[in-house]
């Protein structure tokens, strides 16, 4: 059974920055793409980054220059790197991972980890 844990969200100040992690654990053979979404109470979840083998990424317009998606193979982990930050990125972020383990194919997603900026 492959688990996703995140961390790193909190309450910033506009313009400041946040680092969000997420590590898979258990039978994970590998992981061959990564992303991350998030949500505002009330609305839909919006895909904002995604990391396929490692390398191609893909942003969305609206955290485009100012975030950043990268991983760690080794960890079994992504990361997303957000500068200047802005009250309208207050939601709770997820992050989804789509690999092989040891019972074959599998995509989870992680618990959400909640980040607020204030202005």
């Given at each position: 059974q492959v688990q996703l844990e995140e961390s790193g969200g909190g309450l910033v100040?506009?313009?400041?920055?946040l680092r969000l992690s997420c590590v898979a654990s258990g039978s994970v053979v590998s992981i061959n793409k990564w992303a991350w979404w998030r949500q505002a109470p009330g609305k839909e979840r919006d895909?904002?980054?995604?990391?396929?083998?490692?390398?191609?990424?893909?942003?969305a317009d609206s955290v485009n220059g100012r975030f950043t998606i990268s991983t760690d193979n080794a960890?079994?982990?992504v990361?997303?790197?957000?500068?200047?930050?802005?009250?309208?990125?207050?939601?709770?972020?997820?992050?989804?991972?789509?690999?092989y383990g040891d019972s074959g194919k599998f995509a989870r997603w992680g618990q959400g980890t909640q980040?607020?900026?204030?202005a």
């Open positions: 100040q506009a313009g400041e920055s895909l904002i980054a995604s990391i396929t083998n490692g390398a191609d990424q893909n942003y960890k079994n982990a990361y997303l790197q957000m500068n200047n930050l802005k009250p309208e990125d207050t939601d709770v972020y997820y992050c989804v991972s789509r690999g980040v607020t900026v204030s």
